[in-house]
């Protein structure tokens, strides 16, 4: 009984820590994940919800959402800056989706640590 009791803590303890393990894997690259997407709309039109986790060995500096959507107003980027101890961080950005622009994909490029490691994400509202 006792034998089998160990044998469980220790795939628990082998598992816990193969799973934590996956973002060690990655060493010297800054790594940015789309967790979720999801797409809230109202009477004022759509909006999109990024979930994002960020990952850097050494630290975040920063973080940039930059829209690419044809027709609309390109200035519309935005910069998260985090302090010096910062290597995991959880960003959850929004983009009001133009009317005009409502049936087209939407392009955002996302970038941590002054464009080092860049992610594209295209969102089509209609499929929501």
């Known amino acids: 009984m006792k034998v089998n009791l ?6 628990i303890v082998f598992l816990t820590f193969a799973y934590q393990s996956n973002e060690l894997l990655t060493f010297d690259n800054p790594t940015i994940k789309i967790k979720d997407i999801n797409v809230i709309n109202s009477y004022k039109g759509k909006m999109i919800c990024y979930t994002i986790n960020l990952y850097s060995p050494s630290q975040i500096s920063e973080f940039i959402a930059i829209p690419d959507i044809a027709g609309a107003n390109s200035d519309s980027s935005t910069k998260i800056e985090f302090d010096n101890h910062t290597r995991r961080a959880t960003v959850v950005y929004y983009y009001a989706v133009p009317k005009e622009i409502a049936s ?3 392009k955002i490029k996302f970038c941590l640590n002054d464009k080092t490691h860049e992610v594209n994400s295209i969102v089509n509202t209609n499929n929501f």
């Open 6 to 11: 160990l044998i469980i803590i220790v795939t």
């Open 104 to 106: 087209e994909d939407i």
